[in-house]
Protein backbone atom coordinates (compact mmCIF):
# COMPACT_ATOMS: atom_id res chain seq x y z
CA UNK A 1 0.00 0.00 0.00
CA UNK A 2 1.40 3.27 -1.03
CA UNK A 3 1.40 6.25 1.05
CA UNK A 4 1.12 9.55 -0.06
CA UNK A 5 3.67 12.15 0.88
CA UNK A 6 2.72 15.59 1.55
CA UNK A 7 4.60 18.89 1.67
CA UNK A 8 4.19 20.97 3.98
CA UNK A 9 4.80 24.93 2.71
CA UNK A 10 8.23 25.83 2.34
CA UNK A 11 9.53 22.23 4.14
CA UNK A 12 10.91 18.87 2.34
CA UNK A 13 8.29 16.35 1.92
CA UNK A 14 7.03 13.85 4.47
CA UNK A 15 7.22 10.06 3.35
CA UNK A 16 5.83 7.50 5.53
CA UNK A 17 9.04 5.80 7.80
CA UNK A 18 7.63 2.39 9.12
CA UNK A 19 5.39 0.65 6.23
CA UNK A 20 1.72 1.07 7.22
CA UNK A 21 0.39 -2.10 7.03
CA UNK A 22 3.90 -4.02 9.13
CA UNK A 23 4.67 -5.30 5.28
CA UNK A 24 8.09 -4.46 4.41
CA UNK A 25 7.16 -3.12 1.05
CA UNK A 26 9.32 -5.10 -1.74
CA UNK A 27 8.94 -8.97 0.67
CA UNK A 28 9.61 -11.45 -2.43
CA UNK A 29 7.71 -14.64 -1.90
CA UNK A 30 8.52 -17.79 -3.12
CA UNK A 31 6.94 -19.39 -6.57
CA UNK A 32 4.85 -22.28 -5.17
CA UNK A 33 5.44 -24.63 -7.92
CA UNK A 34 3.97 -28.36 -7.65
CA UNK A 35 7.01 -30.78 -6.81
CA UNK A 36 7.12 -34.26 -7.36
CA UNK A 37 6.85 -37.22 -4.77
CA UNK A 38 10.09 -39.25 -4.15
CA UNK A 39 10.41 -42.67 -2.47
CA UNK A 40 14.05 -43.62 -1.93
CA UNK A 41 14.64 -47.19 -1.89
CA UNK A 42 17.67 -48.59 -0.16
CA UNK A 43 18.60 -46.93 2.96
CA UNK A 44 22.21 -46.77 3.40
CA UNK A 45 25.03 -44.11 3.35
CA UNK A 46 23.92 -43.16 0.44
CA UNK A 47 20.66 -42.07 0.99
CA UNK A 48 21.06 -41.90 4.71
CA UNK A 49 23.84 -38.90 4.65
CA UNK A 50 23.82 -37.08 0.97
CA UNK A 51 20.08 -37.82 -0.90
CA UNK A 52 17.56 -37.01 1.96
CA UNK A 53 19.38 -34.29 3.00
CA UNK A 54 19.34 -32.66 -0.36
CA UNK A 55 15.42 -32.60 -0.15
CA UNK A 56 15.76 -29.46 2.04
CA UNK A 57 17.70 -28.08 -0.99
CA UNK A 58 15.75 -29.00 -3.45
CA UNK A 59 12.49 -27.02 -5.25
CA UNK A 60 10.37 -29.44 -7.43
CA UNK A 61 11.25 -32.98 -4.68
CA UNK A 62 9.72 -33.91 -1.78
CA UNK A 63 10.29 -36.72 0.11
CA UNK A 64 7.18 -38.83 0.19
CA UNK A 65 8.22 -42.88 1.00
CA UNK A 66 10.83 -44.71 1.68
CA UNK A 67 11.50 -48.18 1.24
CA UNK A 68 13.84 -50.49 3.35
CA UNK A 69 14.12 -53.92 4.97
CA UNK A 70 15.50 -52.25 8.19
CA UNK A 71 12.29 -50.97 9.24
CA UNK A 72 12.83 -49.38 12.70
CA UNK A 73 15.96 -47.26 10.62
CA UNK A 74 13.09 -46.60 7.94
CA UNK A 75 10.47 -45.02 10.47
CA UNK A 76 13.62 -43.15 12.00
CA UNK A 77 13.96 -41.43 9.04
CA UNK A 78 10.93 -40.85 8.39
CA UNK A 79 10.45 -39.63 11.33
CA UNK A 80 12.90 -36.91 10.69
CA UNK A 81 11.75 -36.00 7.60
CA UNK A 82 8.39 -35.60 7.58
CA UNK A 83 7.21 -38.57 5.94
CA UNK A 84 3.80 -40.79 7.13
CA UNK A 85 4.80 -43.49 8.68
CA UNK A 86 2.43 -45.56 6.64
CA UNK A 87 4.32 -44.85 3.58
CA UNK A 88 7.49 -46.89 4.95
CA UNK A 89 7.61 -49.86 3.17
CA UNK A 90 9.27 -53.02 2.71
CA UNK A 91 11.44 -54.91 -0.68
CA UNK A 92 7.94 -56.80 -0.89
CA UNK A 93 5.34 -54.04 -0.42
CA UNK A 94 5.40 -53.53 -4.25
CA UNK A 95 1.86 -53.62 -4.66
CA UNK A 96 1.60 -50.74 -1.73
CA UNK A 97 3.94 -48.62 -3.04
CA UNK A 98 2.21 -48.67 -6.17
CA UNK A 99 -1.03 -47.48 -4.92
CA UNK A 100 0.44 -44.33 -2.99
CA UNK A 101 -0.31 -42.02 -5.67
CA UNK A 102 1.58 -39.27 -3.85
CA UNK A 103 4.82 -41.40 -5.09
CA UNK A 104 6.10 -40.07 -8.86
CA UNK A 105 10.04 -41.16 -8.67
CA UNK A 106 11.59 -44.34 -7.05
CA UNK A 107 15.04 -43.12 -6.38
CA UNK A 108 16.55 -46.98 -6.28
CA UNK A 109 19.89 -46.46 -4.18
CA UNK A 110 20.61 -50.66 -3.88
CA UNK A 111 23.43 -52.41 -4.42
CA UNK A 112 24.42 -52.58 -7.75
CA UNK A 113 23.55 -56.33 -8.38
CA UNK A 114 19.65 -54.87 -7.20
CA UNK A 115 19.41 -52.23 -9.57
CA UNK A 116 17.96 -54.06 -12.10
CA UNK A 117 15.28 -56.22 -10.62
CA UNK A 118 14.18 -53.04 -8.44
CA UNK A 119 14.42 -50.71 -11.19
CA UNK A 120 11.76 -52.87 -13.37
CA UNK A 121 9.57 -53.23 -10.78
CA UNK A 122 9.24 -49.96 -10.03
CA UNK A 123 8.93 -49.36 -13.42
CA UNK A 124 5.96 -51.96 -13.85
CA UNK A 125 4.16 -50.35 -10.86
CA UNK A 126 3.99 -47.26 -12.94
CA UNK A 127 6.44 -45.40 -11.01
CA UNK A 128 9.53 -43.64 -13.09
CA UNK A 129 13.10 -44.59 -11.89
CA UNK A 130 16.03 -42.03 -10.70
CA UNK A 131 18.67 -45.17 -10.69
CA UNK A 132 22.24 -44.82 -9.18
CA UNK A 133 24.97 -45.77 -10.90
CA UNK A 134 26.44 -47.86 -12.71
CA UNK A 135 22.63 -48.83 -13.63
CA UNK A 136 23.19 -51.88 -13.31
CA UNK A 137 25.91 -55.23 -13.22
CA UNK A 138 25.38 -56.14 -17.10
CA UNK A 139 24.77 -54.63 -20.36
CA UNK A 140 21.71 -57.06 -20.72
CA UNK A 141 20.32 -55.99 -17.89
CA UNK A 142 20.32 -52.48 -18.71
CA UNK A 143 18.92 -52.76 -21.98
CA UNK A 144 15.75 -54.75 -20.18
CA UNK A 145 15.98 -51.84 -17.48
CA UNK A 146 15.36 -49.65 -20.70
CA UNK A 147 12.47 -51.99 -22.60
CA UNK A 148 10.42 -52.14 -18.96
CA UNK A 149 10.22 -48.03 -19.22
CA UNK A 150 9.36 -47.66 -22.61
CA UNK A 151 6.66 -50.90 -21.93
CA UNK A 152 5.50 -48.93 -18.98
CA UNK A 153 5.69 -45.22 -20.64
CA UNK A 154 7.48 -43.99 -17.72
CA UNK A 155 11.07 -42.22 -17.64
CA UNK A 156 14.24 -44.15 -16.53
CA UNK A 157 16.90 -41.86 -15.51
CA UNK A 158 20.64 -42.85 -13.96
CA UNK A 159 22.17 -40.72 -11.16
CA UNK A 160 25.14 -38.96 -13.16
CA UNK A 161 25.23 -36.27 -10.47
CA UNK A 162 27.76 -34.16 -12.36
CA UNK A 163 26.16 -33.50 -14.90
CA UNK A 164 23.93 -31.17 -12.92
CA UNK A 165 27.37 -29.79 -11.68
CA UNK A 166 28.34 -26.33 -12.35
CA UNK A 167 31.96 -27.26 -12.50
CA UNK A 168 31.76 -30.17 -14.27
CA UNK A 169 29.15 -28.26 -16.30
CA UNK A 170 31.67 -25.69 -17.17
CA UNK A 171 34.22 -27.71 -18.19
CA UNK A 172 31.68 -29.75 -21.15
CA UNK A 173 31.50 -26.41 -22.80
CA UNK A 174 34.98 -25.09 -22.47
CA UNK A 175 35.78 -28.01 -24.46
CA UNK A 176 33.05 -27.76 -27.19
CA UNK A 177 34.20 -24.29 -27.73
CA UNK A 178 37.38 -25.11 -28.16
CA UNK A 179 38.96 -23.18 -25.41
CA UNK A 180 41.99 -25.22 -25.19
CA UNK A 181 42.36 -26.31 -29.08
CA UNK A 182 41.65 -29.87 -30.27
CA UNK A 183 41.57 -32.62 -27.77
CA UNK A 184 44.73 -34.60 -27.77
CA UNK A 185 44.16 -36.69 -23.87
CA UNK A 186 42.78 -36.69 -20.79
CA UNK A 187 43.95 -38.25 -17.33
CA UNK A 188 41.75 -38.76 -14.99
CA UNK A 189 41.76 -40.81 -11.56
CA UNK A 190 38.86 -41.54 -8.69
CA UNK A 191 40.59 -43.75 -5.96
CA UNK A 192 39.51 -43.81 -2.14
CA UNK A 193 40.68 -46.15 0.54
CA UNK A 194 37.52 -49.12 0.66
CA UNK A 195 37.37 -50.61 4.36
CA UNK A 196 35.57 -53.64 4.87
CA UNK A 197 32.83 -54.53 5.18
CA UNK A 198 31.70 -53.04 2.23
CA UNK A 199 28.97 -53.52 -0.82
CA UNK A 200 32.04 -52.79 -3.09
CA UNK A 201 34.32 -55.77 -2.12
CA UNK A 202 31.66 -58.33 -2.43
CA UNK A 203 31.42 -59.79 -6.55
CA UNK A 204 27.93 -61.57 -5.76
CA UNK A 205 26.57 -57.39 -4.92
CA UNK A 206 28.11 -56.70 -8.49
CA UNK A 207 31.16 -54.61 -6.41
CA UNK A 208 34.43 -53.28 -7.60
CA UNK A 209 36.45 -50.49 -8.41
CA UNK A 210 35.97 -50.25 -11.84
CA UNK A 211 31.93 -49.78 -11.57
CA UNK A 212 32.00 -47.94 -8.80
CA UNK A 213 34.55 -45.66 -8.69
CA UNK A 214 36.52 -45.96 -12.21
CA UNK A 215 32.79 -45.21 -13.64
CA UNK A 216 33.00 -41.27 -12.99
CA UNK A 217 36.49 -41.31 -15.63
CA UNK A 218 34.57 -43.09 -18.04
CA UNK A 219 31.31 -41.27 -17.70
CA UNK A 220 33.50 -37.71 -17.50
CA UNK A 221 35.88 -38.85 -20.44
CA UNK A 222 32.28 -38.88 -22.65
CA UNK A 223 31.44 -35.09 -21.74
CA UNK A 224 34.71 -33.94 -22.13
CA UNK A 225 36.09 -35.77 -25.76
CA UNK A 226 32.53 -35.81 -26.80
CA UNK A 227 32.74 -39.10 -28.38
CA UNK A 228 32.30 -43.03 -27.73
CA UNK A 229 35.36 -44.92 -27.31
CA UNK A 230 36.30 -47.47 -29.85
CA UNK A 231 38.77 -50.09 -28.32
CA UNK A 232 40.01 -50.48 -24.80
CA UNK A 233 43.00 -51.81 -22.98
CA UNK A 234 43.54 -52.27 -19.18
CA UNK A 235 45.23 -54.17 -16.50
CA UNK A 236 44.45 -54.81 -12.97
CA UNK A 237 46.14 -55.31 -9.46
CA UNK A 238 44.84 -57.83 -7.02
CA UNK A 239 47.07 -58.24 -3.87
CA UNK A 240 47.44 -61.50 -2.69
CA UNK A 241 48.29 -60.90 1.48
CA UNK A 242 44.87 -57.86 0.95
CA UNK A 243 42.00 -60.10 2.57
CA UNK A 244 39.45 -57.29 1.38
CA UNK A 245 40.48 -58.03 -2.55
CA UNK A 246 39.27 -61.90 -2.76
CA UNK A 247 36.81 -61.13 -5.24
CA UNK A 248 37.86 -57.72 -6.88
CA UNK A 249 40.83 -56.32 -7.81
CA UNK A 250 42.08 -53.31 -5.84
CA UNK A 251 43.44 -51.55 -8.78
CA UNK A 252 42.81 -51.09 -12.09
CA UNK A 253 44.21 -48.70 -14.99
CA UNK A 254 42.56 -48.41 -18.49
CA UNK A 255 42.71 -46.63 -21.63
CA UNK A 256 39.93 -45.85 -23.72
CA UNK A 257 40.78 -44.68 -27.64
CA UNK A 258 38.02 -42.60 -29.35
CA UNK A 259 37.27 -42.02 -33.19
CA UNK A 260 39.11 -38.52 -33.27
CA UNK A 261 42.30 -40.41 -31.94
CA UNK A 262 42.19 -38.77 -28.24
CA UNK A 263 43.28 -41.17 -25.68
CA UNK A 264 41.48 -41.07 -22.22
CA UNK A 265 44.52 -42.88 -19.21
CA UNK A 266 42.28 -43.44 -16.36
CA UNK A 267 43.03 -45.50 -13.19
CA UNK A 268 40.79 -46.41 -9.92
CA UNK A 269 41.81 -47.80 -6.71
CA UNK A 270 40.12 -49.00 -3.88
CA UNK A 271 43.35 -49.02 -1.91
CA UNK A 272 44.50 -45.57 -2.09
CA UNK A 273 44.06 -42.17 0.31
CA UNK A 274 40.48 -40.25 -1.57
CA UNK A 275 42.09 -38.76 -4.75
CA UNK A 276 39.94 -37.53 -7.31
CA UNK A 277 40.99 -35.48 -10.24
CA UNK A 278 40.62 -35.30 -14.07
CA UNK A 279 43.18 -32.95 -16.50
CA UNK A 280 42.38 -32.10 -20.14
CA UNK A 281 44.57 -31.73 -22.73
CA UNK A 282 44.13 -29.76 -25.86
CA UNK A 283 46.79 -28.58 -28.23
CA UNK A 284 46.21 -24.64 -26.77
CA UNK A 285 46.56 -25.30 -23.29
CA UNK A 286 45.02 -27.35 -20.66
CA UNK A 287 41.78 -27.52 -18.02
CA UNK A 288 42.37 -29.11 -14.46
CA UNK A 289 38.93 -30.29 -12.45
CA UNK A 290 40.44 -31.33 -8.69
CA UNK A 291 37.82 -33.09 -6.11
CA UNK A 292 36.05 -33.48 -9.80
CA UNK A 293 33.97 -36.60 -8.54
CA UNK A 294 33.44 -35.50 -5.57
CA UNK A 295 30.30 -34.36 -3.56
CA UNK A 296 31.39 -30.72 -3.57
CA UNK A 297 34.75 -28.90 -3.40
CA UNK A 298 35.46 -28.88 -6.82
CA UNK A 299 38.67 -26.48 -8.21
CA UNK A 300 38.60 -25.39 -11.87
CA UNK A 301 41.98 -24.50 -13.24
CA UNK A 302 42.83 -23.61 -17.14
CA UNK A 303 45.67 -22.31 -19.10
CA UNK A 304 45.73 -21.44 -23.03
CA UNK A 305 48.74 -20.78 -24.47
CA UNK A 306 51.72 -19.28 -22.74
CA UNK A 307 49.02 -17.57 -20.42
CA UNK A 308 48.97 -17.76 -16.57
CA UNK A 309 47.36 -20.63 -15.59
CA UNK A 310 43.59 -19.46 -14.17
CA UNK A 311 41.28 -20.24 -11.79
CA UNK A 312 37.55 -20.02 -12.57
CA UNK A 313 35.29 -19.53 -9.99
CA UNK A 314 31.47 -20.70 -9.91
CA UNK A 315 28.96 -20.85 -7.28
CA UNK A 316 28.64 -24.63 -6.54
CA UNK A 317 25.28 -26.27 -5.98
CA UNK A 318 24.07 -29.53 -4.21
CA UNK A 319 24.60 -31.99 -6.29
CA UNK A 320 21.82 -33.88 -5.62
CA UNK A 321 18.95 -31.69 -5.09
CA UNK A 322 20.22 -30.16 -8.63
CA UNK A 323 20.08 -34.37 -10.27
CA UNK A 324 16.56 -34.42 -8.64
CA UNK A 325 15.04 -31.05 -9.41
CA UNK A 326 16.09 -32.14 -12.99
CA UNK A 327 14.30 -35.39 -13.29
CA UNK A 328 10.93 -33.65 -10.75
CA UNK A 329 11.03 -30.62 -13.60
CA UNK A 330 10.89 -33.37 -16.42
CA UNK A 331 8.43 -34.95 -15.39
CA UNK A 332 6.25 -32.10 -14.33
CA UNK A 333 6.73 -29.26 -17.12
CA UNK A 334 7.69 -32.23 -19.81
CA UNK A 335 10.64 -32.50 -21.76
CA UNK A 336 13.51 -35.26 -21.52
CA UNK A 337 16.23 -36.09 -19.10
CA UNK A 338 19.93 -35.29 -19.57
CA UNK A 339 21.31 -38.74 -18.21
CA UNK A 340 18.61 -41.39 -19.51
CA UNK A 341 18.96 -45.02 -19.24
CA UNK A 342 21.38 -45.27 -23.07
CA UNK A 343 23.63 -43.74 -21.28
CA UNK A 344 24.24 -46.11 -18.24
CA UNK A 345 24.24 -48.90 -21.14
CA UNK A 346 26.81 -47.29 -23.10
CA UNK A 347 28.72 -46.95 -19.94
CA UNK A 348 27.86 -50.43 -18.63
CA UNK A 349 29.21 -51.53 -22.02
CA UNK A 350 32.99 -49.72 -21.70
CA UNK A 351 32.99 -51.42 -18.16
CA UNK A 352 32.55 -55.14 -19.82
CA UNK A 353 35.20 -53.94 -22.24
CA UNK A 354 37.33 -53.32 -19.74
CA UNK A 355 37.06 -56.66 -18.24
CA UNK A 356 37.24 -58.66 -21.15
CA UNK A 357 41.08 -56.43 -21.40
CA UNK A 358 41.97 -57.41 -17.87
CA UNK A 359 40.85 -61.11 -18.75
CA UNK A 360 42.31 -61.36 -21.88
CA UNK A 361 45.30 -58.72 -22.06
CA UNK A 362 44.40 -57.18 -25.23
CA UNK A 363 42.82 -54.62 -26.82
CA UNK A 364 39.17 -55.00 -27.07
CA UNK A 365 36.20 -53.06 -29.17
CA UNK A 366 33.89 -51.80 -27.24
CA UNK A 367 30.06 -53.21 -28.07
CA UNK A 368 27.45 -50.84 -29.97
P1 LIG B 1 25.40 -48.96 1.36
O1 LIG B 1 25.98 -50.32 1.50
O2 LIG B 1 25.76 -47.94 2.36
O3 LIG B 1 23.79 -49.06 1.32
C1 LIG B 1 23.11 -49.96 0.52
C2 LIG B 1 21.72 -50.18 1.11
O4 LIG B 1 21.01 -51.06 0.24
C3 LIG B 1 21.72 -50.88 2.46
O5 LIG B 1 21.88 -49.99 3.54
C4 LIG B 1 20.36 -51.54 2.47
O6 LIG B 1 19.39 -50.58 2.86
C5 LIG B 1 20.10 -51.83 1.01
N1 LIG B 1 20.27 -53.25 0.67
C6 LIG B 1 19.29 -54.07 0.21
N2 LIG B 1 19.75 -55.30 0.01
C7 LIG B 1 21.05 -55.31 0.38
C8 LIG B 1 22.06 -56.31 0.40
N3 LIG B 1 21.81 -57.57 -0.03
N4 LIG B 1 23.27 -55.99 0.85
C9 LIG B 1 23.53 -54.73 1.25
N5 LIG B 1 22.62 -53.73 1.24
C10 LIG B 1 21.38 -54.01 0.81
O7 LIG B 1 25.75 -48.45 -0.11
P2 LIG B 1 25.80 -46.95 -0.66
O8 LIG B 1 24.69 -46.19 -0.10
O9 LIG B 1 27.16 -46.41 -0.52
O10 LIG B 1 25.58 -47.22 -2.24
C11 LIG B 1 24.33 -47.57 -2.77
C12 LIG B 1 24.31 -47.28 -4.29
O11 LIG B 1 24.59 -45.91 -4.51
C13 LIG B 1 25.35 -48.05 -5.10
O12 LIG B 1 24.79 -48.40 -6.34
C14 LIG B 1 26.47 -47.04 -5.32
O13 LIG B 1 27.20 -47.27 -6.51
C15 LIG B 1 25.69 -45.76 -5.41
N6 LIG B 1 26.47 -44.59 -4.96
C16 LIG B 1 26.46 -43.47 -5.74
C17 LIG B 1 27.13 -42.35 -5.36
C18 LIG B 1 27.02 -41.10 -6.15
O14 LIG B 1 27.74 -40.16 -5.88
N7 LIG B 1 26.14 -41.05 -7.14
C19 LIG B 1 27.96 -42.32 -4.15
C20 LIG B 1 27.86 -43.53 -3.35
C21 LIG B 1 27.15 -44.63 -3.77
P3 LIG B 1 18.18 -50.96 3.85
O15 LIG B 1 18.82 -51.36 5.16
O16 LIG B 1 17.41 -49.71 3.92
O17 LIG B 1 17.45 -52.10 3.22
Redesign the pocket.
Known amino acids: MMAESRVPAGGTPEVPLAPPDRQPPDLELPQVRRKAGWAVM??????AE?ILPAFGQAQRSRPVALV???AD??RKLAEAYGIDETAVYG?EDGAALARNDAIDIVYV????S??AEHTVKALEAGKHVLC???MAVTSAECQRMIDAARAAGRKLMI?Y?LHYEPFNMKVMELCRQGAIGRLKTFVSSNGQNTEAP??RLSRD?GGGPVS?TGIYSINAARYVIGEEPVTVTATAHRPADDPRFREVPESVSYTLRYPSGVLAHCDTSFGVGVSRFFRVHGTEGFIDLHEAFA?RGQRLRLRRGSQREETLLLQPVNHFAAEMDHFSAALLDGGPVRTPGELGLADVRIIEAIDEAIRTGGPVEVAR
Do not use: F, M, Q
Not at 42 to 47: D, E, I, P, T
Not at 109 to 112: A, E, F, G, K, R
Open positions: GLGVLAESGHKAYVLPNLHEKPARNILDY
